[in-house]
């Protein structure tokens, strides 16, 4: 079964500062998405990584995928307000021949002014 | 349309009864997801169509949920006999092909009192 491990599961951090959120997976796959959920909101894409290596970034985030260490990590730089909410990982493996995502539990973050 | 569509939003119904939940997914989409999201958790994986047929249906709990998606384009998730413990938000997404990125929508937030 593959489990999917997010950590931490809570960060509260001071505007300014650097972090990175942690997203281990027990199964072979080459993947993997992070996902962006705002309080009563849905899922908003915030990066897919393809191959192991991959590496995107995207304003103050940057993603990065490591399919031999089966390890994503997820680096917040000079953290704003803005950035709050809660961040999920979620991994693609092919379920006998379908496609469905298996989440993490999400990072729930605050960013205090 | 320019989304994922979920309607209602929001369905409190009383233990017992039976609810449907839409789904329209992005036009020209042929992959379809739905998800269930507890509270403070990561959403679960229930079932997966490319086009009318469901390719993965391995995530419904039990019997009295299912899904039916008869002209590859809306879907409708049944659950019958509903419980307290089916109280959670269920989200949709869709893709354009079934390993691609998949666009969640805003989630029906059922409750069963």
């Known amino acids: 079964e593959l489990k999917v491990e997010q950590n931490p599961l809570f960060l509260s951090m001071q505007e300014g500062k650097n972090y990175t959120i942690y997203c281990n997976y027990s199964?072979?796959?080459?993947?993997l998405y992070w996902y962006r959920q705002d309080p009563g909101k849905s899922l908003e894409s915030l990066f897919v990584l393809l191959s192991n290596g991959a590496v995107k970034q995207e304003g103050r985030l940057m993603a990065s995928l490591d399919t031999k260490a089966r390890l994503s990590t997820l680096h917040i730089t000079a953290a704003v307000h803005d950035l709050s909410a809660t961040y999920f990982c979620?991994?693609?493996?092919?379920?006998?021949?379908?496609?469905?995502?298996?989440f993490g539990k999400g990072t729930h973050l605050i960013i205090q002014p | 349309g320019a989304g994922v569509s979920q309607t209602p939003s929001n369905k409190v119904t009383e233990k017992g009864k039976y609810v449907e939940l839409r789904c329209d997914p992005i036009?020209?989409?042929?992959?379809l997801y739905w998800y269930r999201q507890s509270l403070g958790q990561g959403p679960e994986f229930l079932i997966y169509f490319q086009g009318t047929g469901a390719a993965d249906d391995s995530g419904l709990p039990n019997d009295r949920f299912f899904a039916v998606r008869p002209e590859g384009s809306v879907s409708t998730l049944k659950i019958q006999r509903t419980e307290r413990g089916d109280s959670a938000v269920y989200l949709c997404?869709?893709?354009?092909?079934?390993?691609?990125?998949?666009?969640f929508g805003q989630g029906t937030r059922l409750t069963v009192v």
């Open positions: 979620a991994v693609d493996i092919r379920r006998g021949g379908a496609d469905g995502l298996t």
């Open positions: 199964t072979t796959s080459d993947r």
């Open positions: 036009s020209g989409h042929t992959a």
């Open positions: 997404a869709s893709s354009l092909v079934g390993n691609a990125e998949a666009f």
